[in-house]
T-cell receptor, first 109, second 113 residues
């Protein structure tokens, strides 16, 4: 079966660094996405990885290891506005997105 | 219109009633999707359409139907609503980038009593 696992909830302090992990098992793999979703809003795209390695985009970075079925999203210099859910999703062999349940990130002052 | 619009924003519906959720895009994207999002379960694909005139079933299609008469519109119909269909429904599109990034509408919050 297809499965994506990520922690349900994480707490971090403003100004700190947090790493949100995602492990996946899918039928075929055509890339991994991270989306951000603020409460009551639609998901918005953060990053896409299809090759192994680290992709950096400002305060956010995303890492992928295809051999380990593993990705993480790294958020630096946390701000209160980063409080949101972070969704991991994999593009399977049919180019359909398989979604994790999301990680709710709580930022404390 | 800018991007993806969904209507209504929210709706309370009696069980057994028929309901159509509307989704319209002006991004000229070929692919469109309907998801439902429930607490603790993440986004689940209901139906999708890779191009106008074609549709396909996702992970949870039962009780829902779709049509894709043109590029811009992708309505989702609940023929006879049941309380388990209470959820937040998101329409999404893709096709503008090389890696199938999906763009989401603002969502419809549906409550079936």
């Amino acid at each position: 079966g297809q499965n994506i696992d990520q922690p349900t909830e994480m707490t971090a302090t403003e100004g700190a660094i947090v790493q949100i992990n995602c492990t996946y098992q899918t039928s075929g793999f055509n890339g991994l996405f991270w989306y951000q979703q603020h409460a009551g809003e639609a998901p918005t795209f953060l990053s896409y990885n299809v090759l192994d390695g680290l992709e950096e985009k400002g305060r956010f970075s995303s890492f992928l290891s295809r051999s380990k079925g593993y990705s993480y999203l790294l958020l630096k210099e946390l701000q209160m506005k980063d409080s949101a859910s972070y969704l991991c999703a994999c593009l399977d062999s049919n180019y359909q997105l398989i979604w994790g349940a999301g990680t709710k990130l709580i930022i404390k002052p | 219109i800018a991007g993806i619009t969904q209507a209504p924003t929210s709706q309370i519906l009696a069980a057994g009633r028929r309901m159509t959720l509307r989704c319209t895009q002006d991004m000229r994207h070929n692919a469109m999707y309907w998801y439902r999002q429930d607490l603790g379960l993440g986004l689940r694909l209901i139906h999708y359409s890779n191009t106008a005139g074609t549709t396909g079933k996702g992970e949870v299609p039962d009780g829902y139907s779709v049509s894709r008469a043109n590029t811009d519109d992708f309505p989702l119909t609940l023929a006879s609503a049941v309380p388990s269909q209470t959820s937040v429904y998101f329409c999404a599109t893709s096709g503008g980038s090389s890696y199938n990034e999906q763009f989401f509408g603002p969502g419809t919050r549906l409550t079936v009593l």
